[in-house]
């Protein structure tokens, strides 16, 4: 059987807004991924718009926020080689990959949202009927997709991401450039969400998406699910053609 192809997209933005406060992609959002993709036979490329060295929130790697799998993610040479030289977005093409996993952290609110290249590339996995999952902060580069009808792609579809109370709970919603949860509404997204901080992940056919870094191993294990009864019923399509 052959590797599963798989893509990480991180946000390459480091600051909060127009403070000095350092931000970025969220450890655990990518390391929880990491490992579980990798356990699954995956072949894994990391990209970010930038490309290079992918900016880790330092929230996210404090004491109190570490755990073993970001321990172990930030001593292991191979995924820090990935994070530290991260391939360009423009440098991807759908076609080389099985399914593709968006991560949050703040960052991702100012450079995967209604970044054109992002959407042109997510586009083309969506209408290729492959799998797309999202994270946290990083359902924003959901926001700007089209569907064949030139409407929002998210519009009737249910979904989640980190939540306005959640945006409240730290102190950033008058930062942020907007609230994910609110602009998911006016698009027309069919939202939910469950207590701060809890697991809660939503799927909808090939749209996979998690509240927050605690939804991140389900995340996975419902793209890697969906994947495969994709694989199979493709492949029982192929032999029908035949």
Not at 78 to 102: G, H, P, Q, T, Y
Request: with cysteine.
């Amino acid at each position: 059987m052959s590797a599963i192809r798989t893509l990480i997209i991180a946000t390459s933005h480091d600051i909060l807004g127009d403070t000095k406060v350092k931000t970025g992609a969220w450890l655990e959002e990518i390391s929880i991924p990491y490992y579980a993709f990798r356990d699954a036979g995956a072949d894994i490329v990391i990209s970010s718009p930038r490309g290079g060295r992918v900016p880790l929130d330092p929230k996210s790697q404090s004491v109190i926020l570490s755990n073993y799998g970001t321990k172990k993610f930030m001593k292991d040479d191979e995924a820090m080689s990935l994070m530290s030289a991260s391939r360009k977005l423009e440098e991807i093409n759908a076609n080389d990959f099985d399914l593709v996993l968006v991560t949050g952290g703040h960052g991702a609110m100012w450079d995967l949202a209604d970044n054109a290249i992002l959407n042109l590339l997510l586009e083309s996995f969506y209408s290729q009927g492959k799998v797309i999952g999202a994270l946290c902060h990083g359902v924003a580069g959901l926001m700007s997709l089209k569907n064949v009808k030139g409407e929002a792609l998210i519009k009737g579809k249910k979904l989640t991401c980190f939540s306005n109370s959640e945006e409240g709970s730290v102190g950033l919603c008058a930062t942020v450039p907007f609230l994910l949860e609110s602009r998911l509404h006016s698009l027309g997204g069919i939202y939910s969400k469950q207590e701060n901080y809890t697991s809660h992940v939503v799927a909808d056919g090939n749209i996979i998406t998690g509240q927050n870094s605690a939804s991140s191993i389900v995340v996975v294990e419902k793209m890697l699910t969906r994947f495969k009864s994709n694989r199979i019923t493709q492949g029982i399509g192929h032999i029908i053609q035949e």
